[in-house]
């Protein structure tokens, strides 16, 4: 009778690894894109509850991030800034907000704009819950979506959350957000021909 618990056992196990594997990849997943994306435009970073400084030090950090440490071309944070201060613009930025907001498709005269405007391929949409927004108390969670610029569709997408309680004036934020971002940027799949760091 033990002889036949452990295949069950064993397979039991298989399963279970199995599954936390695939939940594992669904945050942050590692596979190539299905379309050849070598540039990314970093767009304005939405903060709940609103704190322009933390979008600014998370902006500031991913883009960093992007820049030292993967081969995608990224384009300058002040230029997209400039772009959503735009009036012929602010209406682009507001659709693609709202859509993106839900995770999904994002109509793709939208996504299009902001692309060619940019001369990218690939637009970074990133959501941070601060503490009391998000639903565990004392963390920061941060979320972030990469899509197709020609489609409108989420490619890539990886979620994370850490312990932190305090504001984002206190320099421990800072140290947070750039241990999440490394973790983030270390799962990003590589443009074609990039070797592993």
């Not at 993967?70 to 602010?90: A, I, K, N, Q």
């Amino acid at each position: 009778m033990s002889h036949r618990r452990l295949p069950m056992a064993a397979l039991l196990a298989w399963t279970l690894a199995s599954t936390l594997l695939a939940s594992v990849g669904a945050c942050g997943q590692r596979d190539p894109f299905p379309e050849r994306i070598e540039s990314l435009a970093v767009l304005p970073i939405e903060v709940t509850p609103s704190d322009g400084a933390a979008g600014s030090v998370v902006a500031g950090l991913l883009g960093s991030a992007l820049l030292q440490r993967t081969s995608f071309r990224v384009v300058p944070l002040d230029s997209v800034s400039r772009l959503r201060m735009d009036p012929r613009y602010e209406r682009v930025f507001a659709r693609f907000r709202g859509l993106a907001r839900g995770g999904g498709v994002v109509e793709p005269e939208v996504s299009q704009a902001l692309g060619d405007r940019t001369g990218v391929r690939g637009l970074v949409w990133t959501t941070l819950s601060l503490g009391l927004a998000s639903q565990v108390r004392g963390d920061v969670s941060l979320t972030v979506r990469i899509y197709d610029a020609r489609t409108g569709r989420p490619v890539w997408r990886a979620f994370r959350r850490h312990p932190f309680e305090g504001t984002s004036a206190d320099p421990a934020f800072a140290r947070v957000m750039t241990k999440i971002i490394d973790e983030v940027v270390r799962d990003l799949p590589r443009p074609e021909g990039e070797i592993e760091p």
